[in-house]
């Protein structure tokens, strides 16, 4: 039996990325996403509103680079990553749990929406829309017959 760990979400950037430079220059972004669900309470008619914010690390240098460069506080975004539960210890000794979703080195996207009009942004979603076109491309050259 398979199993699949995937997750999607549409939210608003708390702050801008924190850009980590670790070890072997490797390059780590982290972002805190926030997004909101509104209903109307059925008791007593008043709209209501819940946020939830996400914490997400980046391990793809290309998608590290597009984050830095495009990204800041209120941006508003589409990442899919894959949830990921860590455990640490403070400095008493705690044991604590985080759970974050991970872009991964070979997995993860993020797209950037709203602002149509910024040109920052239109060429991040060309950048998108050429990965995709790349891609679909490497599938086509590797389905072609071989002539011999």
């Given at each position: 039996m398979t199993s699949l760990n995937k997750?999607?979400?549409?939210?608003y950037l708390g702050s801008d990325p924190n850009v980590i430079n670790g070890a072997n220059f490797i390059k780590t972004v982290k972002l805190s996403l926030a997004t909101t669900?509104?209903?109307?309470d059925k008791?007593?008619?008043e709209r209501r509103e819940k946020t939830e914010w996400h914490k997400i690390v980046i391990f793809n240098e290309k998608i590290c680079d597009i984050?830095?460069?495009?990204?800041?506080?209120?941006?508003?975004?589409?990442?899919?990553?894959?949830?990921?539960?860590?455990?640490?210890?403070?400095?008493?000794?705690?044991?604590h749990f985080t759970t974050e979703i991970i872009?991964?080195?070979?997995?993860?996207?993020?797209?950037?929406?709203?602002?149509?009009g910024n040109e920052e942004e239109k060429e991040v979603k060309n950048i998108n829309y050429a990965r995709e076109y790349d891609s679909a491309f490497a599938k086509q050259e590797l389905n072609d017959e071989i002539p011999f």
């Open positions: 997750v999607q979400l549409i939210g669900e509104n209903w109307k008791l007593t008619g984050a830095e460069k495009y990204l800041k506080k209120g941006s508003q975004i589409y990442v899919e990553g894959q949830l990921q539960t860590r455990e640490w210890l403070d400095k008493e000794g705690m044991k872009l991964s080195k070979f997995k993860g996207e993020i797209i950037l929406l709203g602002n149509k």
